[in-house]
């Protein structure tokens, strides 16, 4: 039925979509007043004898195709808002002679920005444009569903960096700094994953037997195992004339253990069981 009236030039009647069918006029009248109900088609009234005037009769009641575009997909997709922000993309390299990766990026880190600044809050924004948020039994969040699957599938190192950018600018439309959208691809949930700080348990710091903030500024810890710790500090934020206990532990070492001189800032990971058995001049750069 819908499509007999989109093949039509004109609106056509109950009385028309009936004798077209071969369906009964109430049965007509039922699923196109349906139809018309869902905004797949629009509804006007006109009489159709060209008469006017007292005598000429009630108006017929006429469909056509709405002009309004709707689209109906499980699971939900938004291949428009991918489509929008690529063609904005193209429409700022061209102007603007930039790079179109560039322009890509800048282009979805500005739509995430607009949808985030609308939205009350990070789960509200990621739902309400297809990601389906749950919650990471790890921490954060995990996005159930890509808006843009097929492309995904088919392109996918730009879409999945457009997602990644569209995300980061949602959460920085909120002002949302507890969480960092990273790219994390896993079977069944969209390619980028927000994950979330969680402060560790406090237990005894194995360079000072104590709970106490690590005595190295600048070091980033990591739990390794209940023996002992990882600890990563960058070279120029060591004093060893305040911390002398770390002077002879935390040295930078060559892959043939030759201490290497001259470097001025190094990342270095260093994994420390028993403090007091001392550094074991087997840790590399």
């Known amino acids: 039925m819908y499509d007999l009236v989109c093949q039509?030039?004109?609106?056509?009647?109950?009385?028309?979509?009936a004798s077209a069918l071969g369906v009964t006029r109430r049965s007509a009248a039922f699923h196109l007043d349906r139809l018309a109900e869902l905004g797949l088609l629009a509804v006007e009234f006109r009489r159709l004898t060209g008469r006017t005037g007292s005598g000429a009769g009630r108006p017929a009641k006429l469909y056509r195709r709405a002009y309004d575009e709707m689209a109906v997909s499980v699971p939900e997709r938004r291949y428009a808002l991918a489509g929008e922000v690529m063609a904005a993309a193209v429409e700022r390299s061209l102007a603007a002679g930039q790079p179109i990766g560039e322009a890509l990026r800048a282009v979805a880190t500005d739509a995430g920005y607009a949808i985030g600044s609308a939205a009350p809050d990070l789960r509200t924004a990621l739902r309400d444009h297809g990601f389906d948020p749950r919650d990471d039994p790890?921490?954060?969040?995990?996005?159930?569903?890509?808006?843009?699957?097929?492309?995904?599938?088919?392109?996918?190192?730009?879409?999945?960096?457009?997602?990644?950018?569209?995300?980061?600018?949602?959460?920085?439309?909120?002002?949302?700094?507890?969480?960092?959208?990273?790219?994390?691809?896993?079977?069944?949930?969209?390619?980028?994953?927000?994950?979330?700080?969680?402060?560790?348990?406090?237990?005894?710091?194995?360079?000072?037997?104590?709970?106490?903030?690590?005595?190295?500024?600048?070091?980033?810890?990591?739990?390794?195992?209940?023996?002992?710790?990882?600890?990563?500090?960058?070279?120029?934020?060591?004093?060893?004339?305040?911390?002398?206990?770390?002077?002879?532990?935390?040295?930078?070492?060559?892959?043939?253990?030759?201490?290497?001189?001259?470097?001025?800032?190094?990342?270095?990971?260093?994994?420390?069981?028993?403090?007091?058995?001392?550094?074991?001049?087997?840790?590399?750069?």
């Open 138 to 285: 790890h921490g954060g969040l995990r996005l159930g569903n890509c808006p843009f699957h097929r492309l995904a599938a088919r392109r996918t190192g730009i879409v999945c960096g457009l997602n990644l950018d569209l995300i980061r600018g949602i959460a920085a439309g909120l002002g949302d700094a507890t969480g960092t959208a990273v790219l994390a691809p896993s079977r069944g949930h969209c390619c980028v994953r927000i994950g979330r700080a969680a402060a560790a348990p406090a237990r005894p710091d194995p360079l000072t037997g104590t709970d106490a903030v690590h005595p190295c500024p600048g070091v980033r810890r990591r739990v390794s195992g209940e023996a002992g710790c990882s600890d990563s500090l960058p070279l120029d934020r060591l004093d060893t004339t305040k911390y002398p206990h770390m002077a002879t532990r935390h040295r930078v070492i060559s892959p043939d253990h030759r201490p290497l001189r001259g470097i001025s800032h190094v990342l270095l990971s260093i994994s420390v069981a028993d403090p007091g058995a001392g550094w074991d001049g087997r840790t590399q750069p």
């Open 8 to 17: 039509r030039d004109e609106p056509v009647s109950r009385d028309q979509t």
